[in-house]
């Protein structure tokens, strides 16, 4: 199906430079890589005593039931809602689903963000892996006709299978959830004081030609790009399983083990997808002219990252052996705050990872395991516990 002029603007990506958000759809995207998707699930669903196939599932329900309907119209039919919900997942990078059989209960797909980054960094898998899939798919049935069901996958790519293959259960189950926030702490308008900026890297030019980069599914739905697939996901989607992992395993005890986790996943995407990013033409052809020096590398970095959405966060202080960063609204802050309130300890695990790992990218040496865990980052002050920014420190490890 090729997507029409009707359909591309209702899925136009929006760029707020005051924010450094990506909006599609009314809602505030993440670029992140296939490595990191995966990571973060086999870390939910390989915690012991915890759910977390089901707070994966459940997410992707409630998110994309609220984003798919903000992309339909009134005048949608059903045969136009569901080639709006087919396009929507293509689009942000996920791959690409057949909902033609869906009213015999049967839906198919062909190519999968998920399976690929599965079977890139960890392997032959012995279980299905498209829960993400599967809570998309629920999430579609529940924007097209308002039902809520399960969707269970029965086949999978990722054990061999020529294609995913999911059925649709319509027995008894509970609502869908509602992606329920209260309105946020307001986006900072001015621009702060005291950051660091290198006099070669002209991080708006940067910024620009990132932003201008058509990051959105090609016909299988897949976003290859820097040497990974790259794929739009929603910050509620990341806001909601982070914050139920955090919290399921703080009933068994284990909530700063849970950070610890988030917070690893996100150091080895730094490495990945900037690593990938330092050896792509794009890089050659427009930074590394910027580039002079190590620290040159790390600033046009850090502008990269603001273009991706992750974090509006600018340097502070910086050492080879040390970086300070502030964020004066990432979206892992500012969705704990949406969704839950105050925070009594910072939130903000993604940022705090990645931190560590672009330091580990730009002075460490050796492969990406041999880099790990050479640099330590924390999170001093957090948004989410009333702070005005969030303040991470990383410092090379003795
Ligand atoms: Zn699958
Ligand atoms: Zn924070």
């Known amino acids: 199906m090729a997507i029409d ?33 995966a990571r973060l699930q086999r870390t939910l669903e390989g915690a012991r005593g915890i759910d977390g196939k089901g707070l994966i599932v459940g997410a992707a329900e409630t998110v994309f039931a609220d984003q798919l309907a903000r992309a339909l119209r009134p005048g949608d039919d059903e045969a136009r809602r569901w080639a709006v919900a087919e396009q929507l997942y293509r689009h942000l990078g996920f791959g690409r689903i057949d909902l033609s059989q869906i009213g015999a209960d049967v839906v198919t797909a062909d190519s999968s963000h998920f399976v690929e980054g599965w079977l890139a960094g960890l392997g032959e898998s012995s279980d299905n892996v498209c829960s993400f899939t599967a809570g998309y798919v629920q999430g579609a049935v529940h924007a097209v006709t ?41 986006a900072p308008r001015e621009p702060g004081a005291g950051w660091l900026r290198s006099p070669q890297v002209d991080e708006q030019a940067i910024i620009d030609a990132v ?27 990341y806001n909601r399983i982070c914050i139920g992992f955090v919290e399921a395993m703080r009933g068994l005890g284990r909530d700063k083990t849970a950070i610890r986790l988030l917070i690893s996943d996100a150091e080895h995407c730094g490495m990945n997808t900037f690593r990938g990013i330092m050896h792509s033409p794009e890089w050659d052809g ?5 580039v002079r020096d190590r620290s040159d590398a790390l600033h046009a970095i850090i502008a990269i990252s603001n273009a991706l959405g992750w974090g509006d966060w600018h340097v502070t202080a910086h050492t080879p052996r040390s970086l300070a960063l502030e964020s004066r609204y990432g979206y892992e802050a500012v969705g704990y705050r ?9 939130q903000c695990a993604m940022l705090t990872g990645v931190a560590a790992g672009v330091m580990e990218l730009v002075y460490g040496e050796g492969t990406v395991e041999e880099r790990y865990g050479t640099f330590n980052a924390r999170e001093e002050r957090c948004v989410s516990c009333g702070e005005p920014s969030c303040n991470f420190a990383v410092e090379q490890v003795e």
């Open 5 to 37: 002029s009707d359909l591309a603007s209702r899925l136009a990506m929006q760029y707020e430079p005051t924010t450094y958000r990506r909006r599609i759809a009314g809602h505030d995207v993440i670029i992140h890589c296939h490595h990191y998707n």
């Open 211 to 237: 932003v201008g980069m058509p990051m959105v599914g090609d016909e299988a739905g897949l976003i290859p790009a820097f040497s990974v697939y790259l794929a739009s996901m929603p910050a509620d989607f």
């Open 286 to 290: 427009l930074i590394a002219p910027m």
């Open 338 to 346: 949406e969704y839950r309130g105050l925070a009594a300890t910072p």
């Open 146 to 186: 308002g039902a809520a069901v399960r969707v269970r996958e029965v086949e999978c790519m990722a054990r061999g299978a020529e294609r995913c293959r999911f059925e649709v259960d319509r027995g008894e189950r509970p609502p869908v959830a509602p992606n329920r926030k209260d309105p946020a702490i307001p």
